[in-house]
């Protein structure tokens, strides 16, 4: 039986399989979350330069073609709603780290620190971890733009609309996610 390491990103809620197998396999689960209304914008630009597939919501050529704000109503009221049950449901797991994009935004090598650590993994290589924040790997079309407060400029009737659905569960704290 070899212990091995890897790192897997997997955009699922937690639940009791989850659990089962965080529980089963020791895994280290690492939650990064962001502001929801940049995380709107995000989504948009995504969709229209990448892929229309995506786990949030069934998206269609139809929909990449509306204006920006339709589109990112289209967004809130389909997609946020995913991102909010993600949210909450990782609230119950009392083993998650949780990374604010935030955070990794200013402090990449403190947050891989920290994860590591919460990894067990004592043997902390800085310049290893210099090297892969920084890989050395040019820019490509793929990378999304990446930068905090775009949602700031969603109409006020999309923001009421998150506040609402937050609303629904008034025992969370929301703050790190942009919604006071």
Same mark, same amino acid.
């Given at each position: 039986? %070899?212990?091995?390491? &890897?790192?897997?990103?997997?955009?699922?809620?937690?639940?009791?399989?989850?659990?089962?197998?965080?529980?089963?396999?020791?895994?280290?689960?690492?939650?990064?979350?962001?502001?929801? @209304?940049?995380?709107?914008?995000? $989504?948009?630009? @995504? $969709?229209?330069?990448?892929?229309?597939?995506?786990?949030?919501?069934?998206?269609?050529?139809?929909?990449?073609?509306?204006?920006?704000?339709?589109?990112?109503?289209?967004?809130?009221?389909?997609?946020?709603?995913?991102?909010?049950?993600?949210?909450?449901?990782?609230?119950?797991?009392?083993?998650?780290?949780?990374?604010?994009?935030?955070?990794?935004?200013?402090?990449?090598?403190?947050?891989?620190?920290?994860?590591?650590? @919460?990894?067990?993994? $004592?043997?902390?290589?800085?310049?290893?971890?210099?090297?892969?924040?920084?890989?050395?790997?040019?820019?490509?079309?793929? &990378?999304?733009?990446?930068?905090?407060?775009?949602?700031?400029?969603?109409?006020?009737?999309?923001?009421? &609309?998150? %506040?609402?659905?937050?609303?629904?569960?008034?025992?969370?704290?929301?703050?790190?996610?942009?919604?006071?």
């Amino acid at each position: 039986n %070899r212990k091995t390491s &890897l790192v897997c990103q997997h955009h699922v809620r937690y639940n009791e399989k989850t659990r089962d197998i965080v529980d089963r396999f020791s895994i280290a689960p690492v939650v990064l979350v962001r502001d929801l @209304h940049d995380c709107v914008v995000s $989504l948009r630009d @995504h $969709l229209r330069r990448e892929s229309v597939d995506n786990t949030m919501a069934f998206v269609t050529g139809d929909h990449i073609k509306l204006s920006d704000e339709d589109l990112e109503t289209f967004i809130v009221q389909m997609a946020i709603p995913w991102y909010i049950n993600f949210y909450v449901s990782w609230q119950d797991c009392p083993s998650a780290l949780w990374v604010n994009y935030r955070e990794l935004a200013t402090d990449g090598n403190g947050v891989v620190e920290k994860i590591l650590a @919460h990894c067990g993994r $004592l043997d902390i290589d800085e310049e290893a971890i210099k090297i892969a924040l920084g890989n050395g790997m040019p820019a490509t079309d793929r &990378l999304n733009v990446g930068q905090q407060g775009r949602g700031r400029a969603l109409s006020e009737e999309n923001k009421a &609309l998150i %506040r609402l659905y937050c609303s629904y569960y008034p025992s969370v704290d929301f703050s790190p996610v942009g919604v006071n």
